[in-house]
Nanobody, 124 residues
């Protein structure tokens, strides 16, 4: 069982930056693929970014490519999402997810563990 706790959300103006953090409880954190998803009110949860268990491969949604960066620190059991050039359409609850299998996927149902989410609000 893996517990995930996100932090770092908040209110920011368009064009600003935020860094989200997700701390995992698992002693085998380095064996999990990690990802970030987001969900806006009235919309389905959507993929944002993912990083491989080794940290040598990343994948991004087209909507955030070039603005967001995912990274991980196995010594701290933490995955990060650096978000730059934020837009009002990035407003959502952001969720950290962990995946046992090594293949990076974009469908929420293929991820095994989820955090409670952290709210990001971007004002225009």
């Amino acid at each position: 069982q893996v517990q995930l706790v996100e932090s770092g959300g908040g209110l920011v103006q368009a064009g600003g930056s935020l860094r989200l953090s997700c701390v995992a409880s698992a002693r085998t954190f380095s064996s999990y693929s990690m990802g970030w998803f987001r969900q806006a009110p009235g919309k389905e949860r959507e993929f944002v970014a993912a990083i491989s268990w080794k940290g040598d491969s990343t994948y991004y949604a087209d909507s955030v490519k070039g603005r967001f960066t995912i990274s991980r620190d196995s010594a701290k059991n933490t995955v990060y999402l650096q978000m730059n050039s934020l837009k009002p359409e990035d407003t959502a609850a952001y969720y950290c997810a962990a995946k046992v299998t090594k293949v990076l996927t974009t469908t929420p149902r293929s991820w095994d563990y989820w955090g409670q989410g952290t709210q990001v609000t971007v004002s225009s």
